[in-house]
T-cell receptor
């Protein structure tokens, strides 16, 4: 069990640049979530995938944000034209297929974005 | 919609002392309740959860939490803390009727255990 893997762990970029984060979930997990965590706040939900389908997007996910999970395995989160307010830790989590919501998510260590 | 309030951003305590981390929630629907822990330089991990049944739930490392529906609370307690319990603790809820786990988190409480 390799756990949820996120890459890169740290990214420093200049305002206006595009950045992309990758998440590899636990292999048998078909559910994948992206969260954002800013300093002093708890994680905030961004989006949810079940297999390759993006089933829910938070209003926090502006037009500059896009997430994909093309083959139902790894996922990418792209931020276009980054702004200083995008500086945060971006967390990916996964959970196994289940007919019942049990709430346990398995989190990666996160990708920290700093926008200068 | 749900919201979670963790009133204490930081709780300093001496080793072997008892501790309580407070969590209150607000929701228009029935919810499941969780405590997640984040140790330094690690990802979030589930500590314990309440889905149904006994309102007192326990973790393997001595923490317990009690669901109080009338007070909409899910406080986390440990009778005697260790240095290794130093971490950030997040309370979270999810809609019981949702087919998946869109968790709503509190802002977190940093537990600082000193010798």
């Amino acid at each position: 069990d390799t756990g949820v893997s996120q890459d890169p762990r740290h990214k420093i970029t200049k305002r206006g640049q595009n950045v992309t984060f990758r998440c590899d979930p636990i292999s048998e997990h078909n559910r994948l979530y992206w969260y954002r965590q800013t300093l002093g706040q708890g994680p905030e939900f961004l989006t949810y995938f079940q297999n390759e389908a993006q089933l829910e997007k938070s209003r926090l996910l502006s037009d500059r944000f896009s997430a994909e999970r093309p083959k139902g395995s790894f996922s990418t989160l792209e931020i276009q034209r980054t702004e200083q307010g995008d500086s945060a830790m971006y967390l990916c989590a996964s959970s196994p297929p289940s007919g019942r919501n049990t709430g346990e998510l398995f989190f990666g260590e996160g990708s920290r974005l700093t926008v200068l | 919609a749900q919201s979670v309030t963790q009133l204490d951003s930081q709780v300093p305590v001496f080793e072997e002392a008892p501790v309580e981390l407070r969590c209150n929630y607000s929701s228009s629907v029935s919810v499941y309740l969780f405590w997640y822990v984040q140790y330094p330089n690690q990802g979030l991990q589930l500590l314990l959860k309440y889905l149904s049944g006994s309102t007192l739930v326990e973790s393997i490392n001595g923490f317990e939490a009690e669901f109080n529906k009338s007070q909409t609370s899910f406080h986390l307690r440990k009778p005697s803390v260790h240095i290794s319990d130093t971490a950030e603790y997040f309370c979270a809820v999810s809609d019981m009727n949702s087919g998946y786990s869109t968790l709503t988190f509190g802002k977190g409480t940093m537990l600082l255990v000193s010798p």
